[in-house]
């Protein structure tokens, strides 16, 4: 079993940057796909970014790519959402989740094993 603590969230002028970690329990996070999401008020959660076990294979949503960059240490068994040139249209929770079957589910929530708890990422215009 995997435990998910996410962090970093905040209020933020648009333009500014925040980094996200999600910091996980247990010995074998290398084996997992990390993913992001996140949801809006009103809203499904949806795909932000993941990243694969080795940290070499990245992906993300059209509406964060060039703007956001996922990453990962295995070493401190933590991920890391970096997010820059934040717009309004960001304002969400934000969750973490690790993923361990197949990369082609990456974009699913029902295909992620464990969930954190979000954290709340407030971007004011």
């Known amino acids: 079993q ?10 933020v002028q ?3 940057s925040l980094r996200l970690s ?12 990390i ?5 809006a008020p009103g809203k499904e959660r949806e795909f932000v970014a993941a990243i694969n ?8 949503a059209d509406s964060v790519k060039g703007r956001f960059t996922i990453s990962r240490d295995n070493r401190e068994n933590t991920g890391y959402l970096e ?3 934040l717009k309004p ?5 934000y969750y973490c989740a690790v993923l361990r079957s197949n990369w082609y589910g990456r974009k699913e929530v029902n295909k992620y094993d ?7 990422v407030t971007v004011s215009s």
């Open 2 to 11: 995997v435990q998910l603590v996410e962090s970093g969230g905040g209020l």
């Open 14 to 16: 648009a333009g500014g």
């Open 22 to 33: 999600c910091a996980a329990s247990g010995r074998t996070f290398s084996s997992y796909f």
């Open 35 to 39: 993913g992001w999401f996140r949801q």
């Open 53 to 60: 076990w080795s940290g070499v294979t990245t992906d993300y």
């Open 83 to 85: 997010m820059s040139s």
């Open 89 to 93: 249209e960001d304002t969400a929770v």
């Open 114 to 120: 464990y969930w954190g708890q979000g954290t709340q």
